[in-house]
């Protein structure tokens, strides 16, 4: 089982950028899909993104999809999340998740799976 670590997370202004990665430990890194969710204060968790075993087929959150690039290095064991054009509602802990069944994309099917989640990084948008 993979043990999960986030990073890059911290405050920028709105209309920033920020790189989030996600470092895995272990040697069965490209037998999980990965993903990463987010959860602001006082709201549900929530799908931003996820890719497949490969990275060969991204996935997004619709009304975020043109600010977002995600991507894996199998070779690195990580998985980075690219975010631009960051606005104050992105403010929120963004989580790694990962999945050897399926592509994580909705948080009911991985109630399911035996999915790895890390302890999050805090991205705050403000002026």
């Known amino acids: 089982q993979v043990h999960l670590v986030e990073s890059g997370g911290g405050w920028v202004q709105p209309g920033g950028s920020l790189r989030l990665s996600c470092a895995a430990s272990g040697r069965t890194f490209s037998k999980y899909a990965m993903g990463w969710f987010r959860q602001a204060s006082g709201k549900d968790r929530e799908f931003v993104s996820a890719?497949?075993?490969?990275?060969?087929?991204?996935y997004y959150e619709d009304s975020m999809k043109d600010r977002l690039t995600i991507s894996r290095d199998n070779a690195k064991n990580m998985v980075y999340l690219q975010m631009h054009r960051l606005k104050p509602e992105d403010t929120a802990i963004y989580y790694c998740v990962a999945d050897e069944r399926r592509v994580p994309t909705d948080l009911d099917d991985l109630v399911e799976d035996n999915v790895v989640w890390g302890q999050g990084t805090q991205v705050t948008v403000s002026s």
């Open positions: 890719i497949d075993w490969s990275g060969g087929q991204e």
